[in-house]
């Protein structure tokens, strides 16, 4: 994916609650060199925000999370959903960035499996 295009991207596997795949350009979000054998658990993306981001971040998803749930599940296949926030750079400094999540599988029962997460930021 990333030899056709520049961005930095992720997929979130909500049911092994990790990171199951990510671009290369995203090490400078995660603060570490990202490769095929280096993913990490869903929780480290707690370690990259802000503290003062992380109770806003989490009210917010769960309202996500609540509107997702609350609709048929054949319409859940077509959400996407996208909010601006704060995270630590490598060097600890405030970066501004959007992520969009746009939902990629459900399982059985309509739960999130698979979320594509697209990083961007902008540019001077």
């Known amino acids: 994916m990333e030899n056709v295009m520049d ?3 992720y997929i979130i596997d909500y049911k092994n609650k990790r990171i199951l795949y990510a671009t290369k350009g995203c090490s400078a979000y995660f603060g570490e060199k990202i490769n ?4 990490f658990g869903i929780q480290h993306l707690d370690k ?3 503290p003062e981001e992380i109770s ?4 917010t998803n769960s309202k996500v999370y609540d509107f997702l749930y609350s609709l048929p599940i054949e319409i859940r ?5 996208t909010q601006d926030y704060k995270i630590k750079s490598r060097n600890g ?3 501004l960035i959007n992520h969009r999540g746009t939902v990629l599988s459900l399982t ?4 999130l499996r698979l979320t ?3 990083i961007s930021y902008p540019t001077k």
């Open 93 to 95: 400094k405030a970066v």
């Open 36 to 39: 095929e054998h280096s993913f």
């Open 116 to 118: 594509l997460c697209v």
């Open 48 to 50: 990259i925000l802000l």
């Open 7 to 9: 961005i930095d991207a």
């Open 56 to 59: 806003r971040i989490s009210i």
């Open 77 to 81: 296949l077509k959400c996407y959903f």
């Open 108 to 111: 059985e029962k309509g739960a």
